[in-house]
């Protein structure tokens, strides 16, 4: 996302839980928004928001859903993917690991 810095007018499309680029000031689920114009070749869509909008809409800060100082991951616990999604939501970009013995 640090390629795209939103306009006024702009939209972008994430997944769910993926960083909000530069420049968006809320989230829309795409269930409420729809295509207007078939882009051609090379062009940009237009997309209609079809419910209101507030600034910071669905817009969660990293870790706002754990609260602080609690354990996310125990020592000694092998790291998965879903591991590696509570350690993002954390902002947790490093850690110690070991091989099992």
């Not at 114009?37 to 419910?51: L, P, S, T, W």
Request: a neutral charge; hydrophobic letters at 45%.
């Amino acid at each position: 996302m640090d390629d795209i810095n939103l306009q006024p007018g702009q939209i972008a499309y994430i997944t769910t839980g993926a960083p909000v680029p530069p420049g968006a000031d809320a989230v829309v689920k795409v269930e409420d928004t729809e295509v207007v114009k078939a882009a051609a070749e090379g062009q940009q869509k237009r997309v209609r928001i079809n419910k209101g909008v507030k600034a910071g809409q669905d817009i969660r800060q990293v870790g706002s859903d754990i609260q602080a100082g609690a354990v996310v991951l125990e020592a000694g616990q092998r790291v998965g993917v879903a591991e590696v999604g509570i350690l993002a939501t954390v902002g947790a970009a490093t850690l110690p690991v070991h091989r099992r013995p």
